[in-house]
């Protein structure tokens, strides 16, 4: 496998990750204006550490993320809502996954994120495929394996989620108020991770025939 840092965001343009709960689509200008009007929520501001952008902001964002080396994001989908295909991505949208490559000597580690943005879709599984499938796909095209997460100590939900797919807590930030938890893929874990996803199917975006198809800008 080649070791470019230039292949995060860009090996997965064309990728479509489809589970049971959610579906895994590229981050593309489509997604923007709804992703936008969730990031006006001072409640994902603050467990995102984010600042509000103007949504022109918000698609030079989109498109700095498109081209960065050091970050592979998924968009998340309903699969129950998209696999209908009455209506668009936009409408279909729960959140968004991110892998980033924080240590440059070390490509084999990388930080997870999950958000489900909109509480009436919290607490129905979709955090915790979109993670797996994040994390397989992570380690099967990405080579990675070691996944890291730092999450909110006030958010308990997800520090109990990421627990729950066998992290264990590394230690606490008491200045930043948050908790990192690590998972390191040794064999038992990789096999635990390829059982936990191999329902997965991976498709190409391009060849997706929706309703409403998208297109990047």
Known sequence: MCRSRFWTMRINQNTV??????????????HVPRYHEWMKSEELQRLTASEPLSLEQEYEMQRSWRE??????????????????????????VGDVN??????????VGEIEIMIAEPSNRGRGFGKEATLIMMSYGMLHLGLTIFEAKIGLENEASIGMFKKIHFKELGVNNIFQEVTLRMI????????LLEQTSYVDEKKYSLMQ????????
């Open 17 to 30: 990750l489809q589970g049971k709960r959610v579906t895994l689509v590229p981050y593309t200008s489509a």
């Open 68 to 93: 960065d080396s050091d970050k592979c994001t998924f968009i998340v989908l309903d699969t129950d809502k998209w696999s209908r295909q009455k209506t668009t991505e936009e409408e279909c949208m």
């Open 99 to 108: 892998l980033f490559l924080t240590d440059p000597e070390d490509l084999k």
């Open 185 to 192: 893929v040794d064999e038992q874990e990789r096999q635990w």
């Open 210 to 217: 929706l309703q409403n198809p998208i297109s990047d800008s």
